[in-house]
């Protein structure tokens, strides 16, 4: 287990900090040093919605070592209302009732256990928005 | 610069190798390329090899087949460009030798990826993604190809069954090449009934798991027939690569990476698509064999599944590709591949190619993918 590694994550992990550029605007996820866009190292923090709606998903059989209690579970590409993209596992979903263009909202979940020392690592994953929080989104978009 | 030529191939079966160590399989690539050359010793080795560290424990992988290949001292290197490692040591093997920093060297790719379990190897194989924003939340390579190909699907209005030629004509290939796995058939049954890995991706969509080792010999042009009555110019060899991750492209349906080498290489020899005899590309899934196909400009976008089904692929088609069944029943030892992609050009070249042989062929196209194809190694080849 990478102690260290998942420490620098925090920020990402458990808030989706992006960046931006102050030049030009251009924002990114995961966040950058340099603008690709302009080439300017002026890139300050930006903290994300948390929404998204799902571009493409994929229902995983042979996951990675770590991830085995994850057969069957959804892989979704999400696009997020600050015109940005991410890849993510959905929770708190069955995979019948899921489908593309589905609005979801990130939580901080549970990605694995470390099989030897039991450590978890913790990070975003994307659920569902229904029911008084999806008309919620609704009337703010 | 000096233009620089292929004098000696050789390469093991692909396979689950479970007699045979990965020195062995090292070892025995290189020392036959050797061998073809009428060579004993080269003056440098460059290894392509994508996880040997992961897979096998061992790295310093170049020093360890310099050694037992019987001629330590040399200069001996470790090239890694994910799944184009092999293709990415022909690519430095040739800087080496126009350079004229070398005149006789070693290019060998390899893998020996079956001494894990399956899910050991999917996660060596995840290392070629973005590790903190794609591996890490459990993302594997077929998860993330299985993204892209949903979309495809959606965008371009195919079904699964409509990437069952790229399947059948590797197989097809595949059963009259001796170096092969996969020496079988399949029907289009198969291909819709094969069990799913990360939907809509199924076993069949996928290239294999498994072990081998391919290797060329480079010199100066100009020595060549020295050393073969048969050499094969490299007319071109180009890298290009694109974001490591995939999400933050903004043309997912696009290979940039792919579309820069192709056209770097196109540029250096003043060739266009069309007069590629032959391509082998990059089947390790059957989207990624329609968006090369759409890359490296022979297919319309959206157009490269539509190639296939008719029939443009097939050994006497429009475009031969994967001409010795490919990744998908050659077999994809990762590291290997473009190596095995590069011996199997010039054996085309030389009129080697057995029962595949493609008639009169004099140009062949070879492009190594690596990682979600953020990295691409292109080569064109020619007598």
Sequence with gaps: MELPRYHRLRSTFYRLQASRCAACQATYFPPRPYCLHCGSRNLEELRLSGRGRVLSLTRVYQPSRGFSDGVGTLTALIELPEGLRLIAQLTDVEPAEVETGQEVEMVVRRLRTDEEQGLIVYGYKFRPVVGARAAEGANSA | ?383
């Design chain 2, 1 to 383: 610069m000096r233009d620089v030529s292929i004098i000696g191939v050789g390469q093991t079966p692909v396979g689950e190798h479970w007699a045979h160590s990965l020195r062995d399989l090292g070892v025995e690539a290189t020392r036959a390329a050797l061998a073809d050359a009428g060579l004993e010793r080269p003056d440098a080795l460059f290894v392509g090899n994508m996880v040997s560290g992961l897979l096998c424990q061992q790295e310093n992988l170049a020093t360890l087949l310099a050694d037992f290949s019987g001629f330590p001292g040399i200069e001996a290197l470790k090239i890694e460009a994910a799944c184009a490692s092999g293709a990415a040591a022909v690519r430095v093997a040739q800087l080496a030798v126009a350079s004229g920093a070398h005149d006789l060297v070693v290019a060998v790719g390899i893998e020996k990826m079956t001494d894990l379990a399956i899910d050991g190897v999917t996660s060596a194989l995840a290392t070629a993604a973005d590790a903190d924003y794609e591996a890490a939340h459990g993302v594997t390579f077929t998860a993330l190809n299985a993204l892209l190909m949903r979309l495809y699907m959606e965008r371009y209005g195919y079904t699964r069954a409509d990437f069952a030629p790229f399947v059948i004509t590797a197989h097809e290939n595949a059963v009259t090449n001796p170096y092969a796995m996969f020496r079988e058939t399949v029907t289009p049954e198969d291909f819709l009934n094969s069990p799913m890995v990360a939907e809509p991706i199924s076993i069949l969509d996928s290239s294999p798991v498994c072990d081998g080792a391919a290797a060329v010999v480079l010199c100066p042009s100009d020595r060549a027939r020295s050393f073969t009555e048969q050499p094969v110019k490299i007319l071109a060899s180009a890298t290009a690569t694109d974001t490591i991750g995939l999400a933050p492209r903004k043309d997912l349906l696009w290979f940039g990476a792919a579309y820069e080498s192709a056209h770097r290489a196109y540029r250096q020899t003043g060739l266009r698509p069309e007069e590629v005899d032959f391509f082998e590309l990059h089947d390790a899934f059957t989207i990624v064999s329609a968006l090369s196909l759409e890359a490296a400009c022979f297919a319309e976008r959206g157009q490269g599944v539509r190639f296939a089904q008719e029939c443009h692929i097939h050994r006497n088609g429009k475009l031969p590709i994967c001409t010795q069944g490919g990744l998908k029943a050659r077999g994809h030892p990762v590291g290997a591949s473009g190596a095995y992609q590069i011996v199997e050009a010039v054996n085309q070249l030389r009129g080697h190619g057995g029962p595949n042989q493609v008639a009169n062929c004099r140009v062949g196209m070879a492009q190594s993918i690596g990682g979600m194809a953020s990295v691409a190694v292109t080569h064109i080849l020619g007598v």
